[in-house]
C-alpha cells in the first residue's frame, strides 16, 4: 500500500460568473489549469438569498461533460433542446456536452441553504463531436454506505462493493462525498493510473500529518491508497479520482477541444446557430 502524499494545495478563488454570480474555484485557475481529466471545479454557495437570484442564463458548452452535485438547495436546468431538470438537495446531474448544448442553471436556496460543486470532465477526441446525453438522479436514488464514524455518498465510482449512479466510462471517474467523525481515519484504494484530489468542505482534516485545508483543493501526489484522518471536528469532503486522457487541452472559455481550428469551428457553430445537432438522450 503506497499512500498518495499532499502533492500540491490550491487555495479557492472567487470568481463572477453567470449573470454576476460569485463561484470559488480551484481547477481552471492559473495555480492549476487543469488535473486531466479534470478541467474545472467551482464550489457554489451562499446565505445571502438574493446572490444567486441572477443565475446562470442560457450559455454554451462543446467539448466536456459538466457533473453538478447540489449539497443544499435546488437547480433548475433547461437547454435549448427542451430538456428540463430539477435538481434538489443531494441531487446529482452528468451533462455531456459533446457536440453542442446551450442551457441555463438557476439556483435558489431551500430552507436558507445553497450548496453545491460543479466539476467540469474532459471528452477524449473520439467522444467531442458525439451526442450529447444526461444521467440525472435524485438524492434518494445515490448509495450511501456507514460504517464506524464513517459515512460515504457514491455519486461514482464504487466503495465497499456499492456502485455510483453516475457511469463515467472514458475517465472511470470516481466521486465520493465523504463524511468521518471526530479522529477517525479513511482509507481507499485508488487506481496508481488516475489523477486525484480532495476538498475539505466542512470540519477539517489531515494526511499523513499534514493538514487538508478547508475550501482548498488538495491534489494528491502518486500512489495507489488515499488516507485521511479527520479532526476532532470531524470532517466532510469530496474525493474524485478519473485516468487521464493525455491529449491535447486547448479551451476557450466553453468550448474544450484538442486543436485551435476545432476551437474556431465550435464559435462559428455557436454564432450560426448550428452548435445543437441533435436532442439529448437522458440516463445514457
Known sequence: ?????????????????????????????????????????????????NEYIAGFPAHPHRGFITFTYMLDGHMEHQDSMGNRGELDSGGVQWMKAASGVIHSEMPRQVDGLLRGFQLWINLPAAEKMSDPAYQEFPSSKIPEV????????????????????????????????????????????????????????????????????????????????VQVTASQQGSRFILVAGKPLNEPIIQYGPFVMNTREEIGQAMADYQANRLVRKKAAFND
Open 1 to 49: 500500500m503506497a499512500i498518495r502524499p499532499i502533492q500540491q494545495v490550491i487555495r479557492a478563488q472567487a470568481v463572477r460568473e453567470g449573470a454576476g454570480v460569485t463561484v470559488h474555484r480551484s481547477i481552471g485557475t492559473q495555480a492549476l489549469r487543469h488535473l486531466d481529466p479534470f478541467l474545472m471545479l467551482d464550489h457554489f454557495g451562499s446565505d445571502n438569498p
Open 146 to 225: 456507514e460504517t464506524a464514524g464513517i459515512k460515504v455518498r457514491v455519486l461514482a465510482g464504487e466503495y465497499q462493493g456499492q456502485a455510483g449512479v453516475i457511469r463515467d466510462p472514458n475517465t472511470q471517474v470516481c466521486y465520493l462525498d465523504v463524511r468521518l467523525e471526530a479522529g477517525v481515519e479513511f482509507n481507499l484504494p485508488v487506481p496508481a493510473s488516475h489523477n486525484a484530489f480532495l476538498y475539505v468542505f466542512e470540519g477539517a482534516a489531515s494526511s499523513q500529518g499534514q493538514v487538508l485545508p478547508q475550501h482548498s483543493l488538495v491534489v494528491l501526489g502518486a500512489g495507489d491508497t
